[in-house]
């Protein structure tokens, strides 16, 4: 079965064509243009997706099914994300659709960011427990089959990349501040400053992160910019460290309530080289099989989207060509 997918939830244009598990193209336009605002400016990201998506398109195709009536689905992200961005590829995708007569698959992009990691593990399977990090989410999911899910733990305030992303701007580093602030921790000491690890009352495996990107603030207000930019890898470092400590924590804590002995990261912060050093070495300890999707798999990309869209087609399930785009889309527990 050969799914055409479309991503344009905030500021990558991606689009890719998969046969089943296997993904025959996966082109990854990055907008570049909003790191001088350090933060993606909306208005621009539509702007660049109207320009991007139709030669992309037609690369894609053009590098692998050539026609277009070899294809059997259209999935498109409809949401969370940015309303103008979510636009432009879900009425490219609907028009595509309707010219050639196929399914439309509507996906949700939380779900796809999870479902990531079948394209790269043949040997993944249900059930497993999924920590979802990324931009917008951090969130502890028992997933029990495709659309089955449980949310075990959620952040009460900012996502896990938001704190990376915020830190990264408090310290003058650029946007998207993740795979900055893990380059620069790379040569940093962890424990040069112990930073706030937060624990939310009433369900324990919730998170929070809120106080430690305040943390952080209040102490280069303290210290002034010099001392920040003398030790900057060993502040990237430590607050890296405090960030995955919870989110470890947690993880773990879930791990053994749920006594499941498969653990898969997804969303962009699992591309974070310590994250997944610490979990790899916790879970190997404690027996558990752990899981994550190669970097192109992580961050936003069009296969995941793909992907879940061929699962959808396979249960019979498909979307009407009304569907709004739903920047607030949720991602809840089915049951
Ligand atoms: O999944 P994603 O590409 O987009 C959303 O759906 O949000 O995630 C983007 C987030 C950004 O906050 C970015 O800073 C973070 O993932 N990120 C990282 C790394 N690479 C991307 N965070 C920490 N370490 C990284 N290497
Ligand atoms: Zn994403």
Redesign the pocket.
């Known amino acids: 079965m050969i799914i055409l997918g479309i991503e344009t939830?905030?500021d990558e244009t991606s689009i890719a064509i998969v046969d089943g598990r296997k993904v025959l193209a996966n082109v990854i336009a990055s907008q570049t243009l909003h790191q001088e605002y350090g933060g993606v400016v909306p208005e621009y990201a539509s702007r660049e997706h109207m320009r991007m998506i139709e030669p992309i398109s037609r690369r894609v195709i053009d590098s692998t099914i050539k026609d277009l009536s070899k294809i059997d689905g259209i999935a498109v992200t409809y949401g969370p994300g940015l309303m103008g961005a979510l636009l432009v590829g879900l009425s490219f995708g609907k028009g595509l659709a309707v010219a050639l007569g196929k399914p439309f698959l509507a996906v949700n992009?939380v779900e796809a960011?999870i479902m990531a990691n079948f394209i790269v593990h043949s040997d993944l399977d249900y059930p497993f427990l999924c920590l979802l990090v990324?931009?917008?989410h951090t969130m502890l999911v028992y997933v029990k089959s495709f659309g089955r899910y449980k949310i075990l733990g959620t952040s009460v305030d900012d996502a896990a990349g938001e704190a990376f992303d915020k830190a990264a701007r408090i310290l003058g580093l650029g946007y998207p501040g993740g795979p900055i602030v893990d380059r620069l921790a790379k040569g940093g000491r962890k424990d040069f400053h112990v930073f706030p690890r937060a624990r939310v009352k009433g369900n324990e495996l919730n998170f929070s992160f809120s106080g430690l990107k305040t943390s952080l603030l209040y102490l280069v207000k303290r210290k002034g910019e010099s001392w920040v930019r003398e030790n900057l890898a060993d502040l990237c470092a430590s607050y890296q460290e405090a960030v995955v400590d919870m989110l470890l924590r947690n993880t773990f804590r879930a791990v053994e309530m749920v006594e499941c002995d498969k653990l898969v990261l997804a969303?962009?912060v699992a591309a974070n080289s310590r994250l997944r050093e610490v979990f790899r070495r916790n879970a190997e300890d404690i027996g558990v099989k752990l899981y994550f999707p190669v970097l192109e798999y992580c961050?936003?990309n069009a296969a995941m989207v793909a992907f879940t869209g061929y699962e959808m087609l396979r249960k019979g399930i498909t979307s009407p060509l009304d569907i709004p785009a739903v920047p607030a889309l949720k991602f809840d527990s089915t049951e």
């Open positions: 939830s905030c992009h960011h990324s931009g917008g969303g962009g961050t936003d």
